[in-house]
């Protein structure tokens, strides 16, 4: 069983930047590959960006490349999602995933690719 916790979300304006963090619990956290997802109210949950366990492969929706960067410290148990250049239409909830152990070498943009899942942190940009 992996627990996630999430933090780092608040309100910022337009064009402004957030950095996420996800602190993961557990003694195997590189053998799990990580992604971010977000919710719009009124919306269904997307994916953002996901990394290997040993954080040598990334993989980012079209909607936020060149703006988010996804990383991981496995010695702190812990992915950061550095979010630069935030627009109105970034507001969401944000959570972060865990995917299933032993398939770190595995990212996917899909939700049932990933069985543990954080509480979520509220970002809200304002324009």
């Known amino acids: 069983q992996v627990q996630l916790v999430e933090s780092g979300g608040g309100l910022v304006q337009a064009g402004g930047s957030l950095r996420l963090s996800c602190a993961a619990s557990?003694?195997?956290?590189?053998?799990?590959?990580m992604g971010w997802f977000r919710q719009a109210a009124g919306k269904e949950r997307e994916f953002v960006v996901a990394?290997?366990?040993?954080?040598?492969?990334?993989y980012y929706a079209e909607l936020v490349k060149g703006r988010f960067t996804i990383s991981r410290d496995n010695a702190k148990n812990t992915v950061f999602l550095q979010m630069n250049s935030l627009k109105p239409e970034d507001t969401a909830v944000y959570y972060c995933?865990?995917?299933?152990?032993?398939?770190?070498?595995?990212?996917?943009?899909?939700?049932?690719?990933?069985?543990?899942w954080g509480q979520g942190t509220q970002v809200t940009v304002s324009s």
């Open positions: 995933a865990a995917g299933p152990p032993g398939q770190g070498a595995v990212v996917g943009s899909r939700d049932y690719e990933y069985d543990y």
């Open positions: 990394i290997t366990g040993s954080g040598g492969t990334t």
């Open positions: 557990g003694r195997t956290f590189s053998s799990y590959a």
